[in-house]
């Protein structure tokens, strides 16, 4: 992996951070995430980021995710609700990457949208 794309999170903003990072032309999936997080005026908190503030971000990512729109039903019970505008605007894929990034680059160990699926016979 080479230099490292760059997200400055704001806390309590981790999905509005996110969307503007995947939405910059520079920014590259395949390199490592470099997060900072800032305060309100963009001074960084001053951590290097060796793993701990991406992991950090990214399980609070996943948990404004999991409250996102395109999602709906009881906490712990979420399924895809069906948006034609979110469809048009890429919502579903920015979030799908943003789920992905963070399982491979965060080390999330769990996602809890929806409680698994049960076959039936």
Not at 40 to 61: N, S
Request: hydrophobic share 40%; proline share 3%.
């Amino acid at each position: 992996m080479g230099q490292g794309s760059r997200v400055n999170a704001l806390r309590g903003e981790e999905f509005q951070c996110a969307a503007r990072a995947f939405n910059r032309s520079s920014f590259d999936p395949y390199t490592r995430l470099d997060v900072v997080f800032v305060d309100g005026d963009g001074v960084a908190e001053g951590a290097v980021d060796e793993g701990g503030p991406t992991r950090e971000f990214c399980t609070l990512l996943i948990l404004q995710i999991q409250n996102y729109f395109i999602f709906e039903g009881p906490e712990g019970n979420k399924t895809l609700a069906l948006n034609s505008v979110a469809l048009q605007k890429g919502q579903y894929r920015l979030v799908g990457k943003m789920i992905a990034l963070c399982l491979v680059q965060g080390q999330v160990s769990s996602i809890s949208i929806s409680a698994p699926l049960q076959t039936v016979y």
